[in-house]
């Protein structure tokens, strides 16, 4: 018969406990104790141990605040907002599919945007020319990819 062994003894918890408090990462802690990391995390939890009082900022936003420089998704924000401003806007112009065809019929150069629910008997693929590398045409490519949908999530700082 096999007997396992507790995985947190009493003296490895109170090494745990010191590591911690000593300000060791979980990594470091594991690699000490001979657990995983995750194990280690894991008791941290159980244990209701945390780092710093309940609302510190987590360190990368400190230290960009310290450097006074903007983080990186809040540049990358700036420079889409440049370009999408700049940007004419795109007529909403009624797609016309004059080319309706069935799956057999759809060739690699034709729209592949759906028609209708699958399985219903009018259901069909537009079936226009298809813009160069793209799978719709122009007109269903403006439905599929609009490039001002996720500035509007964005919030202005």
């Known amino acids: 018969m096999l007997t396992t062994i507790p995985t947190w003894t009493t003296d490895r918890v109170e090494l745990l406990k010191s590591h ?14 001979g657990v995983s ?3 280690v995390i894991g008791k941290l939890s159980r244990l209701q141990l945390t780092r710093g009082p309940a609302g510190a900022e987590p360190r990368a936003k400190r230290a960009a605040k310290e ?3 903007k983080s990186v998704p809040r540049l990358q924000l700036q420079m889409l907002r440049t370009v999408y401003e700049d940007a004419q806007p795109i007529l909403e112009a009624p797609i016309e599919s004059e080319h309706r065809c069935s799956l057999l019929e759809l060739g690699n150069a034709q729209c592949r945007w759906p028609i209708s629910t699958p399985g219903a008997e009018d259901f069909c693929f537009c079936g226009n020319t298809a813009a160069d590398g793209m799978p719709y045409c122009s007109g269903h490519s403006r439905l599929a990819y609009k490039p001002g949908s996720r500035q509007r999530v964005a919030r202005r700082a």
């Open 20 to 33: 911690f408090e000593a300000g060791l990462s979980c990594r470091e802690i594991a690699a000490h104790i």
């Open 37 to 39: 990391r995750n194990a």
């Open 67 to 69: 450097r006074g420089t």
